[in-house]
Every structure is written in structure tokens, then in C-alpha cells.
T-cell receptor, first 111, second 114 residues
Framework: QKEVEQNSGPLSVPEGAIASLNCTYS??????FFWYRQYSGKSPELIMS????GDKEDGRFTAQLNKASQYVSLLIRDSQPSDSATYLC???????????FGKGTTLSVSS | EAQVTQNPRYLITVTGKKLTVTCSQN?????MSWYRQDPGLGLRQIYY???????DKGDVPEGYKVSRKEKRNFPLILESPSPNQTSLYFC?????????????FGSGTRLTVV
């Protein structure tokens, strides 16, 4: 069974710290990787996508991918209380098939 | 504005009373999908559609029906709702299922079946 695993949290960090969110996936052939943010009671919104090994940076967010270890992570620098949300990792196993979502990690940033 | 519109946002109904949740997108997306989200279970795919008149089951299709008669619309039908279908439902669309642009989600429908 194709799986995407995330620690449910909560992950608590103080304002200004780096938050590190992790995700592992079961299928070595996975092609595309996404991070979504979901505020309580709201819909998921895409914040990062990554396709090749290494780091991808967008503002305060950095996605890291290691296909050999089947591991993808999201770093949030200078965390703000407004970053408090659930972060969903999503993986595309095969081209033309649907994304598989992890259950999400809840992040709490305290001021 | 590019968006996925779901209606209603909130719905309380009784067991067995047929209901439809509508979903419409204005981005000319080929791919549309329905998810339900439950605490501890995450997002689970109910049905998806690759194009008009093409639909297929996701991971949890039991008790649901869909149709795709027009590209922009993808309604979710519960013929005989039961309390275990109480959930938060999301419609999503994209250019393709593995689109690099990711999915655009609707605002969600919180359904309670009593």
C-alpha cells in the first residue's frame, strides 16, 4: 500500500525559530512532492512543490527532498504565529495518478 | 478570480434523505476530485474525474455517487446518507492529477447526518 507518513504533532516552536516538518513515503518511484498548509476549518492551500533532490527555497520556506532516503521536509524560518496550522505532505506516486496525502503535522508557533 | 466553488458550506440532514453537494470550477481544469477529511484519518479520496463523462472510484467511494456532464461541474451525491458520512468534504481541481501547479481546493462543506 502506498503511504505517506507524517508525525501528527503538535510541533511547538517559539516565534522566530525554525520549524522543521518531516514526511516519508513508501514508494521509491514517487515523482512529485507537495506541501500544503491548512488552517483550522479551512481548505488546504499549496505552499511548495519539489521534484528533484536537494533544496528549494521560497521566501521563508525551504523544501528538501532526498529520494534515496524517501524523505521530504519543509523548513519554515523565522516562524510567525500566523504559521500555526496543519501542514500536509502530498506525493504523486505515478504520472497521471492522484496525489496521496499524509495525515498532516500540526504546528503551533507561540509569541 | 480562479476558484473552486462548493455549496453548501454547512449542511445538517437526516439519515436517508438524499442530498447533493455542488462543485464548480472556472479554470478549465480537466481533473476534479472529491475528498473527505476526518480527524486522525486525513484527506481521503472519494471519487475523481479525468474529464467529462470519465469518473472513477477513489479510496472510500461507498455510499457516494458523482457525475461529470460538464467540464466545470462535479457534484457529489449521497443517495441515502448515514451518520458515518458526517465529515468535512472538499472538492479539488487541477490541470492533471499530478499537476505541478497542485490542486485548487474549494472552501469545503461540513456535513452532519443525524
Amino acid at each position: 500500500q502506498k503511504e505517506v507518513e507524517q508525525n501528527s504533532g503538535p510541533l511547538s516552536v517559539p516565534e522566530g525559530a525554525i520549524a522543521s516538518l518531516n514526511c516519508t513515503y513508501s514508494d521509491r518511484g514517487s515523482q512529485s512532492f507537495f506541501w500544503y498548509r491548512q488552517y483550522s476549518g479551512k481548505s488546504p492551500e499549496l505552499i511548495m512543490s519539489i521534484y528533484s533532490n536537494g533544496d528549494k527555497e521560497d521566501g521563508r520556506f525551504t523544501a528538501q527532498l532526498n529520494k534515496a532516503s524517501q524523505y521530504v521536509s519543509l523548513l519554515i524560518r523565522d516562524s510567525q504565529p500566523s504559521d500555526s496550522a496543519t501542514y500536509l505532505c502530498a506525493v504523486n506516486i505515478e504520472p497521471g495518478t492522484a496525489l496521496i496525502f499524509g495525515k498532516g503535522t500540526t504546528l503551533s508557533v507561540s509569541s | 478570480e480562479a476558484q473552486v466553488t462548493q455549496n453548501p458550506r454547512y449542511l445538517i440532514t437526516v439519515t436517508g434523505k438524499k442530498l447533493t453537494v455542488t462543485c464548480s470550477q472556472n479554470m478549465n481544469h480537466e481533473y476534479m476530485s472529491w475528498y473527505r477529511q476526518d480527524p486522525g484519518l486525513g484527506l481521503r479520496q472519494i471519487y475523481y474525474s479525468m474529464n467529462v463523462e470519465v469518473t472513477d472510484k477513489g479510496d472510500v467511494p461507498e455510499g457516494y455517487k458523482v457525475s461529470r456532464k460538464e467540464k466545470r461541474n462535479f457534484p457529489l451525491i449521497l443517495e441515502s446518507p448515514s451518520p458515518n458520512q458526517t465529515s468535512l468534504y472538499f472538492c479539488a481541481s487541477s490541470l492533471s492529477p499530478d499537476s505541478g501547479g497542485g490542486y485548487t481546493f474549494g472552501s469545503g462543506t461540513r456535513l452532519t447526518v443525524v
